[in-house]
């Protein structure tokens, strides 16, 4: 004879299992929430302490808030992070830019974890700082000189070949470890563009903005020094016998498919206009 099944039986089991699997679906939910807060919080402290560095040796509130914004996209870029701002503060009743002031810089972003409503929300971190020194060193370029352009190193494909020990080679590193960013397809630190230029108007690992005739102001770090040497038709003022005074470090594949920057589709607003002064605001911190 057939054995009768009880089908009734074993009902108690199955409730208490699928309660206990909704509750571990929960805690692994939450655990795996709770590990995206930390790394999205931990991502957006270190993004600020990038900003606040940037907008410390900036010499406008302006620049500064300039800088910051685009320091915060550039460092930022988790899928998970998204609506990034940034604020920056006078601290002790004054308004002016000036050195020794102090600031308090903000990063504000939206994280968004696997859980919808107690770990997903707007999250900020704030950061005292000191206004660095503004008082930089201008040099004026002779209208004979700077006419020509700019020209470019592949950073990309030339990263790796620097000789250990050098300030290119720390400069390079420090590019890599951070995320080997491009900025306008140029290499850049905290939105800073890497150049090469004549030691004249700075060494690696300097901050310095070029500003070209119709007062274009462009922030850069040297991260490469130009060699004055007639062989290689060079003077002083840079490369050309001084008509390519700023030289970019660039990414590699659109340099190959779109040339040099200051072209009709790369930077444009550059085109044909000279670089007429530079000014030097010594070394940026990262490097000191």
Known sequence: MRKKIN?????????????????????????????????????????????????????????????????????????????????????????????????????????????????????????????????????????????????????????????????QKKVAEYWYSHGATFTDHIASINGYYLIACSPKFGMVGDKVRFTLSDGTEIDCIVADSKRNTILEGSNEWGHNMGQNIIEFEVESSYYQANGNPGSSVWKPEWAGKRVAKCTNYGVYPAFK
């Open 7 to 167: 089908w009734k039986k074993g009902n108690g089991e199955f409730v208490g299992f699928a309660v206990i699997s909704v509750i571990i679906s929960v805690l692994i939910i939450t655990i795996a929430a709770f590990i995206q807060l930390s790394l999205s919080v931990s991502s957006i402290s270190k993004s600020a302490t990038a900003v606040s560095r940037a907008a410390s040796v900036c010499t406008t509130i302006e620049d500064a808030r300039d800088q910051a914004q685009r320091v915060a996209e550039n460092t930022l870029t988790s899928d998970n992070i998204s609506q990034v701002t940034t604020n920056i503060d006078f601290v002790g009743g004054t308004d002016k830019w000036e050195s020794g002031g102090y600031i308090v810089v903000t990063v504000r972003a939206h994280v968004k974890t696997i859980e919808p409503y107690f770990t997903s929300g707007f999250r900020e971190k704030k950061i005292l700082i000191t206004i660095e020194g503004l008082n930089g060193s201008t040099i004026i370029i002779p209208s004979q000189y700077g006419n020509g352009g700019f020209t470019i190193t592949e950073y990309d494909s030339f990263y790796g070949r620097w000789t250990a020990g050098t300030e």
